[in-house]
């Protein structure tokens, strides 16, 4: 007689998300095992098995996971690489909000050119990183940073002088 094979178990792959929510719930229910922990989140999600020692791998870096940022694509996230240089993305990320707060019309090209001026001044060199198209896309992906539809005509009002070419316009019309 051949021996039993056991089932190959798959895994599932347990998003960003859930870890956090793990993390958060485990603090506010100090007393549970691990075990008791799994089970939770096995009937809250029915979909996965988390089995105990994910629990203890997970509760190990709770630090990392309760730092993660909840939004639309963390549910969707299941690997976390953090950033490579963290002061020049949180500049790049202030720079791009005030641009965008400006009214500039921001372009690829120029998020390019704007992280290599930063990279210069915290004295990164161009070895130790690329500003290439995956490094752009994933910039904007943490920030998120979308593609916005600009009105031609609309946008070129002049809004402090507005009230004034109404009664322009009045005029005209009478």
Known sequence: MAPERQLKKHQLAISDDIKHQICEWT???KNKMHVKIAKYFNEKYTNLT???????KIL??????????????????????????????YAM????????A?????????????AKVFAKAFNIQEDQLSFSNGWLNRFKKRNNIQKY????ESGSAPLAS?????MKLHQLLS
């Open 93 to 100: 990320n202030v720079w791009v909000k005030n641009i965008i």
């Open 60 to 89: 190990m870096q709770k630090d990392k996971w309760k730092t993660v940022q909840e939004n639309e694509n963390s549910s969707r996230v299941f690997k976390y690489k953090p950033v490579k240089f963290p002061m020049l993305d």
């Open 50 to 56: 988390i089995e105990r020692s994910t629990i203890s």
């Open 162 to 166: 507005l009230s004034e070419e109404r």
């Open 102 to 114: 400006g009214g500039i019309i921001l372009t690829d090209l120029l998020i390019k050119e704007k």
């Open 149 to 152: 539809r600009l009105h031609r």
């Open 27 to 29: 603090e506010a229910n």
